[in-house]
């Protein structure tokens, strides 16, 4: 198990995160202190303790509009990724080949 500093409203805290997740700790640490710096900044500094749960609900409140947002969109038909007109166009013509081919197995087979 790791262990990374971070540093949030200019104190630094000692965080245990599994192997490899240490860059993402100090990603979210750097949202987190940027979220405090702008409420701190609202409203002066408030005591620590106050400014980070006002800081949680704010981020709370964050995600659950982006949960809304998530659960309010409808379904889209996934598109091709990547594919130009021409290659569009070239695979719609082998899938086209394809099918006769297996109409034209599928008629001798009912002959036979």
Do not use: F, W
């Not at 202190?33 to 408030?46: C, M």
Request: hydrophobic share 40%.
């Amino acid at each position: 198990m790791a262990q990374v500093s971070i540093r949030i409203n200019g104190r630094s805290y000692d965080i245990a995160c599994d192997d490899g997740q240490e860059d993402r700790i100090h990603a979210l640490a750097g949202y987190v202190n940027d979220r405090v710096k702008e409420i701190a900044d609202a409203v002066g500094q408030i005591g620590e303790q106050r400014l980070l749960v006002m800081t949680s609900l704010l981020i709370a409140d964050e995600l659950g509009n982006a949960q809304e947002q998530l659960a309010n969109q409808t379904p889209q038909q996934p598109q091709p990724v990547g594919l130009s007109d021409a290659q569009s166009d070239e695979l719609a013509e082998n899938i086209e080949t394809m099918a006769a081919r297996v109409e034209a197995i599928a008629d001798k087979l009912a002959q036979s």
